[in-house]
């Protein structure tokens, strides 16, 4: 999947996640009584809406970075990242829902949100131009006896940065224009009507924004807005939190002068004039009415319009998320899949096809390869489910890719085998992988080393069982960025070329049956030949028959073989994701 349809499986996602959020705040919301507690709310609610997309993002980006890098070599596994253990059912929560939506829908998502985006951002562009213009056109120094009454004004209210008061022909409020260097604008029409004390009162209330940094929130804020314009919850939130912080600085103002009625009475006067644009903070901002009935005690009833418009938006956001939640809870699946029994014990193989899917394996190898884990990261089951093999033949419509199809198979073992399980983070023996005292000597990729190979083919080895006899195990080409792990004369083979260090690090983890952690910090490629002899430390390989191979041939034991390449095992503790099966049945007739 590409960028922009993660992009658009983002955007899709904000919809419920939206809406979850905004319900949280609303019922945080009905126990605060202080407009200083419910403006924290609104800008903690706006924050985690913010951030959500963000989060979502990264978490769709890992998963189709997985998927993309999945090299099955040895042979069917595909990458398991070293830190997966959280991917779990929230993976799939996340990837289920887009996997089934047409990329081209995902698209025309993206691309309309872009468009969206744009207008949002020329008009705030537009904002703050004609705010920065209001500082500048038609104003001049304040009488030189209201600059000193401002600047007492603001020492009661302990403004220390420096602010200028200045006379606007253009604005009809007192309002605030600036971030770096904020100006109070003053209408003329405010100096020479309205008595010194009201005056006073709204110029406290717009200190009140500089001391709180209200401008630098709008504007952070306006910037949440024309981003995630389309979401109703987004505007709603956004109006409370611009209502709340007019109001807390209105109980700012009345705390330093004590006359919340003559506060009231200037807030009348000058509320039915028109306010300085949004990107300006404005004496007038917020319902004045509101405002007004509130500093004087009085309980306004809620317009019966108001609350049906609300009712209606509250019912098409559920519907929304009914939708979006629906999308995301069914797996796709295989439009016509069989299995049947083979009768061979353990081992495997898979063919992916563009559209189909046919596999040899027990189920355990199945799970293995359905969600992205290592032979050691499934526990519990009988035993038939790592002995005994199927046979499936699965058909997809059209072609999906190669992550569709494993959440394909995640629906058949569900249905088939009636596979259910649980996760679980347990603390483990792990490897950490570092560089040696003498630093990395991997050896940089080579032409020809590797060929271009997507289709996944080769049996399995089968954990526990003695090694194979040398020139009998199955030996793939090297594919470029993945690795093959062959047995031969002198033990075992690992090779590859063009081989990212994620890949290395699975395949460790998969021969040492033990996660493996990168902690080497390399991000290119390098070509791999690492000869070494199995053990009883390598759970992931068949060990040799004792005296099978002479001490002439044989290969040094892994970890001696990788500090030829620069690099170290250390044995440590860590988190490590589990498979618990809790049940399991033998298949349903086909």
Known sequence: MNGIELLGATLLHFLWQGVLIAAVYAAARRCARRPQVRYLLACVALAAMAASPVATWAALRTVSTEAIAMAPSFPILPVASAGAGFRGDLTHFFTAGYQRVPSVWLSWVAAAWMAGVVI???RLLGGWIIAEQLRRRQVRPAPRHWQEAFDRLRARLRVSRPVELLVSGLVQAPAVVGLLRPVVLVPLSALAGLPAEQLEALLLHELAHIRRYDYLVNALQSMVEALLFYHPAVWWVSGHMRSEREMCCDDAAVAITGDALGFARALAEVGAAEHAHQSAMASSGGSVVNRVARLLGVQRPAHRSHSLGAVAAAAALVAI??????????RPKFEVASVKPTGSQGGGMMRPFPGRLTASAPVRVLMEAAYHVQPFQIEGGPEWVQSDGYAVDAKASGNPEHAQMMVMLQSLLAERFALRFHRESREMPVYALVSARGGLKLSPPRDGS????????????????????????????PRCGGLDVPLEAGGARMHGGKVPMAEFVRMLSQVLGRTVTDQTGFSGVFDVNLKFLPDDRTAGLPSPPPGAISPEIASPSIFSAIQQMGLRLESIKGPVEVLVIDHVERPSAN
């Open 120 to 122: 949002f951002w020329v």
């Open 450 to 477: 590797c060929v271009e190979e997507t289709e996944m083919v080769g049996p399995l080895a089968n954990p526990g069982a003695r090694m194979l006899p040398p020139a009998q195990g199955f030996e793939p080409a």
């Open 321 to 330: 998320t009914g939708v979006a939640v629906v999308g995301q809870t069914e």
